[in-house]
């Protein structure tokens, strides 16, 4: 099997390595955060990371030729959650450092085949739309063709975690057609991100593509699959502290309670306290499915797990190696000691198996057809037909 190289940007603790480690090779890795640098560092080796503000990194520090680069640029000022800056925000305006990296490395005639951007799902409605239509704007004047996709980690772990996923490939690469749709598949590609496309201007609409990606077999692993078997007593919540999340519970969510503890067998849900008109509420969901893990920053960014057996319903926080199976890391993934640096790291990270399946059904069929004149099978991406991910 080929093996192919990488640079990462905003690497954090390693995850997109971990998802691109079966055929990939990192030559370069970048985080101004030291604490996931000393993660990364602590799973990776020191070899490849150049730890400080990307807006100090010269091509001088890229080693070579990269067939891909991945940018999980900061999503603060695009977060619908956050101050609405978008790519002018000091944190997301970073993503133009990034850019301006690849445009050096291609006038050195050594940029990147495939760029690869992830970031939140508000970043489609950013500026109603402004800060993507810039950022496809960028990319298409490095003579990169673009096309973006919604991919959302329920498709292949217990957590909903919709995140928006920006692909350019080198206009001197040839694009086999069964890796693209005439027309938008409502899967990848919501209401939201058509209506953005459809106020390009004409030469951006021709540049435009959208990708056609296998739809995966959905995921079988429930949230109780990776819920620690023996956890210390201590670690729970006083009897006091649940009951009184219990009573921030609205009257919908206290029905949602009442209906899991009808189950005979123990069960597992998880809870959220927002803030909803002044008033601190508890939001539970019992779908098997945890909610978007956050970093731990904020009324809403601490996801609880509730236990509910033999009529007896316990709360506490998500364990940290907990968060990071949600995220699709193996146990063997060393996590930093602190819990809030774990639950920083694992909040702020890109799911591992999302980036497996873009690297096994995009990336490098594009890359194996242009390399080696590889045959594409088509049949994994016929519209509807779902595909196992390894």
């Known amino acids: 099997m080929a093996e192919f190289s990488f640079y990462e940007f905003f690497c954090g603790g390693g995850m997109v390595r971990e998802g691109l480690r079966d055929s990939w090779s990192c030559l370069f890795a970048n985080d101004i955060d030291e604490k996931k640098a000393q993660a ?10 150049i730890v400080g503000d990307i807006g100090k990194i010269t091509t001088q520090q890229l080693p070579n030729k990269a067939d891909l680069a991945w940018a999980s640029f900061p999503c603060q000022d695009l977060s619908l959650a956050g101050k609405g800056k978008g790519l002018d925000g000091e944190r997301s305006g970073t993503f133009w450092s990034f850019w301006k990296i690849i445009s050096s490395l291609e006038k050195e005639g050594r940029a990147p085949e495939i760029l690869a951007l992830e970031n939140v799902y508000g970043a489609i409605t950013s500026h109603g739309g402004k800060d993507l239509t810039s950022i496809v704007e960028a990319l298409s004047n490095l003579k990169y063709r673009v096309g973006a996709a919604v991919i959302d980690a329920a498709y292949f772990l217990p957590q909903s975690r919709p995140r928006l996923f920006i692909i350019g490939i ?5 694009i086999p057609g069964i890796l693209q749709l005439s027309h938008p598949n409502k899967l990848w590609h919501p209401a939201s991100l058509q209506k953005v496309v459809s106020n390009f201007k004409e030469e951006l609409k021709t540049n435009w593509t959208w990708w056609n990606i296998p739809t995966p077999n959905r995921q079988k692993i429930k949230l109780s699959n990776l819920i620690e078997d023996e956890t210390p007593d201590n670690i729970w919540h006083p009897e006091e502290y649940t009951q009184k999340l219990i009573e921030s519970m609205s009257i919908v969510n206290k029905k949602k309670l009442e209906q899991a503890n009808w189950t005979e067998k123990k069960i597992y849900g998880t809870a959220f306290r927002r803030t909803r008109n002044g008033t601190v509420r508890a939001e539970v969901r019992f779908d098997g499915v945890a909610g978007c893990l956050r970093t731990p920053g904020g009324g809403s960014s601490r996801q609880l797990l ?13 364990s940290p190696r907990e968060s990071a199976r949600l995220m699709g890391l193996p146990d063997q993934y060393k996590l930093p000691e602190n819990r809030n640096e774990a639950y920083h790291l694992t909040g702020d990270g890109v799911v591992v198996p999302v980036i497996r399946h873009l690297s096994k059904f995009l990336f490098e069929p594009i890359l194996n057809f242009n390399y080696f004149g590889e045959s594409i099978n088509s049949n994994v991406y016929v519209r509807g037909t779902q595909s196992s991910v390894i």
Do not use: C, F, M, P
């Open 170 to 174: 080198k206009k001197s690469l040839d």
């Open 40 to 49: 990364y560092i602590s799973n990776w080796g020191n070899g490849e990371i």
């Open 306 to 318: 509730l236990e509910i057996n033999a009529g007896k319903t316990r709360s506490r926080l998500l």
